[in-house]
């Protein structure tokens, strides 16, 4: 039996994994940028670096990785990946136009452990710590490494939203507590 989403921007993969669908056409390597697009990003960046570096501050540019790049192994076998895509096409270009880039999926693909939610598109407490890691590191900070922080998965506000929009499993006043809890977190 096929088992398929309930909505098209949903891909149903392996294993109970889903992936965002907006990505796919990326992923597959079917609508990769044009020489042109390529040349107008890179334009745009460096006019953004150069303003911001005039202004006395540092650029960098951080981009997260679509997850089925990184776990494709659980990607529906009729979605094959591509030979290339928009950003590894872009890291190159980045590092030859002297764009501060801190490359977030080579980071990202030495890890061993899943750095995303199975079924969410975002990455998970850990992907989100590498990556802060990652900007503290490129910026030259000291920074809090949360090595030893205690984290309890089931009491996590993504576990919460999952619950309550996907299993139903929350009233209207846990949903205002998430919302003032992100309001007041920000």
Known sequence: MTQSSATDQVVLGKND??????????????????????????????LIQNYVQEQGSAFYLMVPPNKNSLY?????????KGDESNLEMLTERFQQEGI????????????????YFQ???????QGALLAYRNLMEAIGKDYETYLNAPFDVEKSIAVTWMKCFFQKQCRKRTIISMIQHLILSM
Not at 33 to 41: K, L, Q, V
Not at 72 to 80: A, K, L, T, V, W
Not at 100 to 115: H, M, N, R
């Open 119 to 125: 079924r969410d598109s975002h990455w998970n407490n």
């Open 72 to 80: 494709d192994e659980n990607m529906p076998y009729y979605y094959q």
């Open 100 to 115: 501060s880039y801190i490359d977030l999926y080579e980071a990202f693909q030495e890890k061993e452990e899943v750095l």
């Open 17 to 46: 994994w889903l992936y965002f669908s907006g990505t796919t056409a990326d992923y597959q390597g079917t609508n990769l940028f044009s020489e042109r697009e390529i040349y107008a990003i890179l334009h745009n960046l460096k």
